[in-house]
């Protein structure tokens, strides 16, 4: 793809839920990582789950488009 998507309805701390269930245990501490990342301009944080890299909203959101990976902050995703 090329250009830039138009962004979900969703605000960036509000990842789709299929992507991080409203019930996951690890919920919470997923999210304030997230935010925590955002307000330093980090590019992602590690998952507190399980030690992955995650990007973040804003950062996945500056590329411009989806790519399809399964990312669990995608700005895209409907």
């Known amino acids: 793809m090329t250009g830039t998507e138009p962004l979900a ?3 960036p701390d509000e990842p789709h839920p299929s ?3 409203p019930d996951d ?6 999210l304030a990582a997230h935010r925590a990342a955002r307000r330093a301009g980090a590019a992602g944080y590690t998952d507190p789950a399980t ?3 995650v990007m973040t909203a804003d950062f996945l959101a500056g590329r411009g488009t989806c790519c399809h990976q399964g990312c ?3 700005p895209y995703l409907v």
Do not use: F, I, S
Not at 25 to 30: F, G, H, L
């Open 9 to 11: 309805g969703r605000g």
């Open 19 to 21: 992507r991080l269930a």
């Open 72 to 74: 669990r902050h995608c």
């Open 25 to 30: 245990p690890m919920r919470e501490a997923v």
């Open 51 to 53: 030690g992955y890299w």
